[in-house]
């Protein structure tokens, strides 16, 4: 075994020999994998082996299709069978609920080049001949589904790798990890030492082990998982000789079932409810190729569903039952990435649907490490998505919720419940004895309305019970007064000599002035949106910025990867150390000057003006701005004061009627301005002229921030794209990922909407091809499975020339 290596990746499964064959194929061949056992040991050789190119996330389901279309190239080069079957597939409904969310599906599949079909459910036994038609009400058609041998793809992974020129070390145990002073990782096994510049973690079952060596809890969890095998049954017999193929793989959703054919007989797998979590606290090192003991009386009910959905299956004989445990992450998503804090360790895991991913996440790792960027937009498994609130006992409790619901509808006004309340405000009791609705943001309880006694979110796909009630919360602020909580932000503060010049550099806006703000665009060096924030200049010596509280450790990865090292700068997230109120509409600014000693008149406190100020008695520090677009201000209070600051607002703002509101109607104001949003509008597959933020690029600044030359690039020719608002004649709305269609062609997708309830009119935010982006008409937007006539909205719906915001 070597004594150095560039990068040793641990685990070898499906995902470290996707990682390792990526490496290779990008150059790096100095790379070793080091596996405790044989391949494919842990999770990897009892897999079902299904794969699939349908993802929640568009992004993820791009990679699916990768990962997909990756098995005929690892089998060409390693000489290794993948016994890959592109059998297609049917995804079932049962229920008209689910066959509008197969129609969103089906809408996103359009603009990403993934065939989809609707069809009926008579259609769907044609295809599939063990369904009865009698029990679904329609289906969708994919062509893309599948199934392979486990051992066969990740040995081809390995074969691959080794013949690009890297190494792979069998039955090598990592026994610790430790950084040196040098900033070199030293890998302790069994067999010796390593040392490597990067060190990825692909531990699998063993995942949370391997992060402990360098002091990390990843939020992983495994769960044990059946799947049962038949035996042969004429019915698949008949079909392969009538037809000469397979029986196509299906998907029930509604009961949390997926099936495909194995051999003579037929493969069965269940997402059960009553699931049960696998060596919660630690995984045995040697636990190897066993599987665990069944429990059919578990699966029983969903099994029960399945033979009244799949007659054929009451008539034949059950020859073996599957039970193994899977790793997953709280959302169901893999962890993908660097970590934060830890220059040169990688993890890829959680990847529960590895022979559906294992391609991708190993090409974006790959991508991330050599090219600084994962060459994608891989948000949705980025490992910055957690904190350090995503505790063991969190996880534990969404993991099993999240395997639960697995092939449950997650409806867009939904939200669930499991280890929740976690993270709360000063406020919270407060708010919710006003009958608060919360929602969760990056472990924080967020007010999403306000509900009378007895009335609760109906979950739908169309307008639901909020409807009413988030109208009148926007009408308080439109026509008088209305208060939020804003505390789910992200909040940083940036102090040290060197803190206006790296500030220079690593936005790509002007900085403000003392006493001022301004929206700040922070790039990548490939010119695409990394960030969006407000920066306030508080005094010159401390500076203020506020984001997406979803993305905080994101950026904080992001920040500190580029921090001097000579201790110039220093960067704090405040978190909850800071909490947040506002206050918005006309009479926003009669509520402050009640409340404060401080002139806050236009002419002394303008727009973007930040000032230190006590609302009441407690110290606060305020910003003249609103992502209401209205006349606002944003209010940073200690969490010891935020309940003072609030109290007084609220009996100050008692004369204009003043209301609370939640971020739905939130929501729906910032839709009347075309303000996007991050994770949605804003993203690091798009550019600041195609998002419309180029206004807030000083292209023409001295400093050379990251991103300028590829921004000025962009700016020339004018990138691929344009966001755009559009008005949508709906009576449902768009929830995002819908295709927009331009003259009977999908041109473009939606990124975000909703219901403008103040101007009484639908609006979908989205991106279409430059070429067409201010054509007048032709554009359709397609909302469960129907295209409706949409306009785009180039002015905003509301205050369109800033008055009421800068008066």
């Known amino acids: 075994m070597k004594s150095h290596a560039k990068v040793v990746v641990i685990g070898g499964g499906v995902v470290g020999c996707s990682v390792l064959f990526h490496l290779a194929r990008h150059g790096w061949t100095d790379v070793v994998l080091l596996e405790r056992d044989e391949l494919t040991s842990g999770s990897t050789w009892h897999a079902a082996g299904g794969m699939h190119t349908i993802n929640g996330d568009p992004n993820v389901a791009k990679l699916q299709k990768y990962t997909i279309s990756l098995y005929k190239e690892i089998e060409e080069l390693s000489g290794q069978a993948t016994g890959v079957h592109l059998t297609g597939g049917v995804l079932l409904a049962a229920t008209e609920a689910r066959l509008d969310w197969l129609r969103g599906v089906v809408s996103k599949g359009r603009y990403l080049g993934i065939d989809l079909e609707v069809i009926s459910a008579k259609e769907a036994a044609e295809l599939m001949p063990l369904i009865d038609p009698s029990q679904f009400v329609g289906a969708v058609r994919n062509k893309e589904d599948g199934h392979l041998d486990p051992s066969g793809v990740t040995h081809a992974y390995a074969k691959a790798a080794r013949k690009l020129g890297a190494e792979v070390e069998r039955f090598t145990k990592v026994e610790d990890i430790v950084r040196r002073p040098d900033g070199l990782w030293r890998v302790i096994t069994n067999k010796g030492d390593i040392i490597a510049e990067h060190v990825v973690n692909a531990g699998g079952l063993w995942a949370r082990e391997v992060g402990r060596m360098v002091g990390l809890e990843l939020p992983v969890l495994a769960m044990e998982h059946m799947y049962l095998i038949t035996e042969d049954m004429p019915e698949v017999a008949d079909w392969n000789k009538k037809t000469g193929t397979e029986i196509i793989h299906a998907v029930d959703f509604d009961g949390e079932l997926y099936l495909r054919q194995e051999r003579g007989g037929m493969l069965m797998g269940t997402y059960e409810k009553a699931n049960k979590v696998w060596s919660e606290f630690s995984t ?23 033979f009244r959905h799949f007659p054929a299956f009451q008539k034949t004989g059950i020859k073996q039952i599957i039970n193994g445990p899977f790793t997953f992450a709280p959302d169901g998503n893999p962890l993908v990435g660097p970590v934060r804090g830890l220059p040169g360790f990688w993890v890829a895991c959680g990847v529960m649907a590895g022979f559906s991913q294992g391609g991708g996440v190993g090409l974006a790792l790959s991508n991330w490490m050599i090219e600084d960027d994962p060459g994608a937009d891989i948000w949705a498994m980025d490992v910055a998505r957690y904190g350090d609130w995503a505790t063991m006992a969190y996880t534990n409790a969404k993991v099993r919720e999240n395997y639960s619901r697995r092939f449950s509808i997650r409806f867009p006004n939904e939200e669930l419940p499991a280890g929740r309340p976690l993270k709360t405000t000063p406020l919270y009791d407060t708010l919710a004895a006003k009958g608060a609705q919360w929602g969760v943001s990056y472990g924080l309880e967020v007010p999403l309305w306000y509900a009378p006694d007895g009335v609760k979110d109906e979950f739908s796909w169309r307008r639901s019970t909020d409807f009413d009630h988030v109208a009148k919360e926007v009408a308080s602020v439109r026509n008088g007064v209305g208060l939020s909580e804003i505390s789910n932000f992200a909040k940083y503060k940036v102090t040290g000599e060197g803190a206006a010049a790296w500030l220079d550099r690593i936005l790509a806006c002007k900085l403000p002035k003392r006493g001022r703000m301004t929206l700040a665009p922070m790039l990548k060096e490939d010119g695409k949106l990394i960030g969006d924030f407000t920066l306030a200049n508080i005094d010159d010596a401390e500076w203020f910025i506020a984001g997406s509280g979803i993305a905080e450790q994101y950026h904080m990865r992001w920040f500190e990867a580029h921090l001097p090292k000579d201790g110039s700068v220093r960067i704090e997230a405040l978190g909850q150390k800071l909490t947040g109120l506002a206050i918005a509409g006309p009479k926003a600014r009669a509520v402050l000057a009640k409340v404060t000693r401080a002139d806050v008149s236009s002419a002394a406190f303008p727009f973007m003006a930040v000032a230190r100020m006590d609302i009441g008695m407690a110290p606060c520090l305020v910003g003249r701005v609103s992502y209401t677009g209205d006349l606002g201000y944003e209010i940073w209070v200690a969490p010891e004061y935020q309940r003072a600051a609030y109290q007084t607002l609220l009996a100050a703002g008692e004369e204009f009627s003043i209301g ?3 971020s739905r109607a939130l929501n729906a104001l910032r839709l009347e301005k075309n303000y996007g949003s991050w994770a949605r509008e804003y993203r690091p597959i798009y550019g600041a002229v195609e998002a419309g933020l180029d206004r807030f690029v000083a292209y023409g600044k001295d400093a050379d921030f990251i991103g300028k030359q590829a921004a000025l690039a962009e700016r020339k020719q004018g990138g691929k794209l344009r966001l755009r608002a559009f008005l949508v004649e709906a009576d449902a709305d768009v929830i995002g990922d819908e295709a ?39 554009f359709e937007i397609e909302i469960l499975g129907k295209r409706h006539k949409a306009r785009v909205q180039a002015a905003p719906l509301f205050d369109a020339n800033f008055e009421r915001m800068r008066g």
């Open 740 to 778: 927009i269609w331009h003259d009977g062609v999908v041109r473009g997708w939606v990124t975000s909407g909703g219901f403008a309830h103040n101007s009484k009119t639908s609006v979908a935010m989205g991106y279409v091809l430059k070429e067409i982006a201010d054509r007048p008409d032709g």
């Open 660 to 662: 609370l509101f939640g």
């Open 284 to 306: 045995p090192w040697n636990f190897g190729h066993e599987l665990l003991e069944p429990d059919i009386d578990r699966i029983a009910p969903s099994l029960e569903v399945g």
